[in-house]
């Protein structure tokens, strides 16, 4: 066994905030290589980083919703009336598969 995983080793914090807000994760999606220089581009002459320009057209740069927003947001929709197969296929039939 791993000395950093024997129980004797591991903390409980319960004093320490769990907080999702601050937390950022990577979206990773292919482009085509034209796409992505005209991206750069772009960004470039805005004097901005690819990233900060895609989340702004994605309409991420502002600061953002609040989770009670974004909840309600996910509730005005209603449930999600996709089928799964579907969805499936249709991935499969974009990618040539």
């Known amino acids: 066994?791993?000395?950093c995983?024997?129980?004797s080793h591991l903390r409980e914090?319960?004093?320490t905030r769990f907080n999702v807000e601050e937390m950022s994760r990577k979206i990773e999606i292919?482009?085509?290589e034209e796409f992505?220089?005209?991206l750069e581009t772009v960004a470039?002459?805005?004097g901005i980083s690819l990233s900060d320009l895609v989340k702004r057209e994605l309409g991420l740069a502002k600061k953002g919703l609040s989770f009670e927003e974004?909840?309600?947001r996910v509730q005005a929709r209603g449930p999600w009336e996709g089928s799964t197969d579907n969805t499936v296929r249709y991935i499969?039939?974009?990618r040539g598969d």
């Open 1 to 3: 066994m791993f000395s």
């Open 5 to 7: 995983m024997r129980t």
């Open 13 to 15: 914090e319960p004093s």
């Open 30 to 32: 292919e482009v085509p």
């Open 36 to 38: 992505h220089r005209l």
């Open 44 to 46: 470039a002459q805005q």
């Open 70 to 72: 974004l909840d309600a």
């Open 92 to 94: 499969r039939e974009s």
